[in-house]
């Protein structure tokens, strides 16, 4: 079987014959951060931000050029910066800009961008000086000194770089003259661009403000926010933790560390309570030398932290900036904020609470608009054959008889077309072995026997305890068909138990299975070795803690994932390792078959997820965007997405096909542990250390719902086999089943709500809620619903 098609990467170049190639011009953005190239155009005139582009606007007619060609000139290292191609003179206004940019760069002793700039323009040396031109004496002179007057004005010291990521490395670019009030301290600068490396990073902290103003800055800033009326407080007061945090590095880059301490001290304490553990780190920071190494500071540079404003609140806060003149925070606003502004209501307190919390904000409104098949795939028809009355008698006391009609519903469900599901052959699955269909064939008889679950209908639980562990249980799983668990532990071995009374078998040594008749019917019993049945079997190879585990749906194989940077593949039949994958560089943390088994995913400390097929040594994916651990992954139940939850608080979903994240989810207050699809695809609950469990609805990239009740970390989650329930394990050593029907009925999904994130989460929690069970002193680690519906749990007794 063909896998997945490994990536290509495809630069395509489409070049126009006339003129010389120009970096793409910023598009005319609205403030909504529409800007080309991921850089934010919220400057206060819309489009006239700090946007790397070219150097003047359109000739002519004043539209915005083509941008035929996204290609930008790259310098070398050392080379003169080579400025974006001017277009032609050909309005007054456009050569006055030329002429300001031009005495601009020439007083500012860049003489090399002078060069390029009027080459590329075809400006003779005489417009410069007023020979031959008739539109640069008089008025036009003036107007030209008017406009590089303006310049200066507003560049009151070196320019920091555009952050890495939002333009061609190494292409050095004249960011573009406003036409309305210029941005206060950006407007007129020579950006170069250069590869995020740290000391790049950083210098874009080398301001200078003066370092006792900052306090005042940002109390005058708090005291105009909390003086605004309450439906902009709420949202506007969302800037306080992003600027607190760019001040305070500002000021500690710079060396001016008794201010930065005494700013920390004074406000750090009006920083919501989710982002105690990001201050604490920073608190650490307190010399220039410390912020090279650190990842959390890098992470927070580089990626711009995205706030969800209205355009009233916006308009209120650009307006106060401009009047205080406050170009210290319009810095740092326009450099490292993505504002993503919405027309409407602005949103309320419990909203934006509801959503925010993850180290970069929350996520823009574009990462969810992306069409996501979240149906499920159509099965094989496979003909059940039907059994004998009597042994159906003897296995369920003749109960079963009355639910016989159920069959055929099994049977007729899946010749419907889900029309959410993917195409069939979207990606290559393997085929059914013969095998596999012997086992579905015993899944819809298992089916037929399903209890109906439900609010008056509560499953039965069986808890696994893992007893003499020492707290190094790490890592549970149990097969579909609940015959095996495995368990991975810290002294990085896998363990795996039979829990039924068929013993484990290893396969006859090759000297005895020459002597076998191949031909018997019988033959798969006769090469198993009934010298070797026992009830637990130890695979030893990894070397470090085992952090994963997962069965392969046919039963053959397992996967364990370790703090040695390895994924391993284990056989079922020989109870050796068959391969060792290796990408990781670092722990990783969990790993996880797909439902049609063949592929497998594994996320890590490297804050990337992989996907695997058993078959390649190397990933055929690597699934990359995260900024921090990547501690949970799941795959959806169609197999073309997979899930992954992560320490900066949020949980995003892949596309299998190509790699794109599709959606971005936002709201935990704490690092991600458990994940979990609800059976019909279109649903998705995750846990985190802060004990909530919120539920996402997939297909409009919305929550829609909540569930407290957990005190500490919930590890683990799973859906009852038709979605009825919810089932969730925590850290506080309890089970609690909620109800998912009534969670998901009546939901408001409606155009606005979609378009704007005003989600209304209701306060429902304890009707929710069918059941606490607790355990003596075990946290839960691992839920699985058998296939009739009860439910298993496992985790390891921790004596007080």
Same mark, same amino acid.
């Given at each position: ?124 040396? %005489? ?39 939002? $333009? ?163 810095? *740092? ?5 993505? *504002? ?69 519903? *099994? ?113 798969? %019993? ?198 009825? *329930? ?30 704007? $994130? ?43």
């Amino acid at each position: 079987m063909a896998a997945l098609a490994e990536e290509q990467t495809e630069v395509a170049v489409k070049l126009e014959p006339e003129g010389p190639p120009t970096l793409l011009p910023p598009q005319a953005g609205d403030g909504a951060g529409e800007g080309g190239g991921g850089t934010t155009n919220n400057g206060p005139n819309g489009g006239g931000g700090n946007v790397a582009a070219a150097s003047s606007s359109a000739g002519g007619d004043g539209g915005t050029p083509k941008p035929s060609v996204a290609v930008s000139a790259v310098a070398p290292a050392g080379a003169a910066p080579v400025p974006a191609a001017a277009p032609e003179a050909g309005a007054p206004h456009d050569r006055q800009t030329l002429l300001a940019v031009l005495q601009f760069l020439r007083q500012s002793n860049l003489r090399e961008a002078e060069e390029a700039l009027r080459r590329e323009a075809r400006l003779l040396e %005489e417009a410069v000086a007023g020979t031959g031109a008739p539109e640069a004496d008089g008025a036009g002179t003036e107007a030209a000194s008017a406009l590089l007057s303006r310049v200066t004005a507003s560049a009151p010291g070196p320019a920091a770089p555009d952050p890495p990521g939002t $333009g061609a490395s190494g292409a050095a670019a004249v960011s573009g003259l406003a036409t309305g009030s210029a941005a206060p301290g950006k407007v007129g600068s020579v950006a170069v661009e250069d590869q995020p490396d740290v000391s790049a990073v950083l210098s874009a902290y080398n301001q200078q403000g003066d370092p006792t103003m900052y306090e005042e800055y940002y109390s005058g800033l708090k005291h105009f926010i909390e003086c605004s009326l309450d439906c902009h407080r709420a949202e506007l007061s969302q800037l306080f933790y992003p600027l607190f945090v760019h001040m305070y590095l500002e000021l500690v880059y710079n060396q001016h560390e008794n201010e930065a301490k005494s700013f920390f001290e004074k406000f750090h304490g009006d920083q919501e309570c989710y982002y105690q553990d990001d201050l604490r780190v920073l608190s650490s920071l307190t010399k220039k030398e410390h912020m090279k190494g650190n990842e959390t500071m890098l992470d927070f540079r580089t990626s711009k932290f995205v706030l969800r404003i209205s355009r009233d609140s916006y308009q209120l806060l650009k307006r106060h900036l401009q009047e205080k003149q406050n170009n210290q925070i319009w810095n *740092i606003v326009q450099e490292h904020l993505y *504002i993503d502004i919405f027309d409407g209501m602005p949103r309320s307190k419990q909203q934006i609470d509801a959503m925010v919390g993850s180290l970069a904000g929350e996520a823009k409104r574009e990462a969810n608009k992306s069409k996501v098949f979240f149906g499920l795939l159509k099965e094989p028809e496979i003909e059940v054959p039907l059994d004998d009355e009597d042994e159906e008698g003897e296995n369920e006391e003749g109960k079963p008889k009355k639910k016989k009609p159920k069959k055929d519903s *099994i049977g007729s469900k899946s010749k419907k077309q889900d029309p959410n599901a993917p195409p069939q052959n979207r990606i290559p699955l393997p085929e059914l072995k013969d095998s596999d269909k012997l086992d579905k064939i015993m899944n819809m008889k298992e089916t037929t026997k399903r209890v109906r679950l439900g609010p008056d209908c509560l499953p039965s639980i069986c808890f696994y305890t893992f007893l003499n562990a020492y707290q190094g249980l790490t890592a549970v799983d149990v097969t579909d068909d609940s015959s095996l668990i495995a368990g991975g532990f810290a002294d990085s071995t896998v363990r795996v138990w039979s829990v039924t009374p068929k013993k484990l078998r290893s396969v006859k040594q090759a000297a005895d299975l020459s002597l076998i008749d191949k031909e018997s019917d019988d033959v798969l %019993e006769r090469i198993m070795d009934e010298k070797t049945a026992s009830e637990l079997k130890i695979l030893y190879g990894h070397s470090g803690p085992v952090y994963g585990a997962s069965f392969s749906p046919d039963r053959n194989y397992l996967l364990s994932s370790s703090e040695d940077g390895t994924v391993r593949l284990w056989s079922l039949q020989t109870f050796t390792c068959l391969v060792g994958y290796k990408g990781h560089n670092y722990p990783v943390w969990d790993t996880q078959f797909s439902p049609y088994g063949y592929y497998f995913v594994s996320g890590g400390h490297d804050r990337v997820a992989r996907l695997w097929a058993t078959d390649h040594y190397q990933p055929l994916r690597i699934f990359a965007g995260h900024l921090a651990d990547v501690n949970c992954t799941r795959f959806h139940p169609n197999s073309n997405y997979v899930a992954t939850g992560s320490a900066d608080r949020t949980v995003r979903l892949w596309d299998v096909l190509n790699g794109n994240c599709v959606r971005i989810f936002t709201g935990h207050k704490g690092p991600i542990h458990s994940l979990t699809f609800s059976p019909n695809g279109r649903f998705l609950a995750t846990g985190a250390t802060d004990g909530r469990v919120l539920l996402w609805d997939i297909g409009h990239g919305l929550m829609v719902g909540e569930l407290k009740g957990h005190t500490d970390t919930v590890c683990s989650l799973r859906f009852s086999r038709d979605g009825e *329930i919810l089932a969730s394990g925590s850290m506080d050593n309890t089970v609690r089943l909620w109800d998912a029907v009534k969670a998901f009925e009546d939901l408001e999904t409606d155009d606005f709500t979609t378009a704007t $994130g005003h989600i209304n989460l209701p306060e429902n929690s304890q009707e929710l809620l069918l059941g606490t069970y607790m355990t003596k002193s075990t946290p839960v680690v691992h839920l699985h619903f058998t296939r009739r519906n009860l439910v298993l749990a496992a985790g390891a007794y921790s004596p007080q």
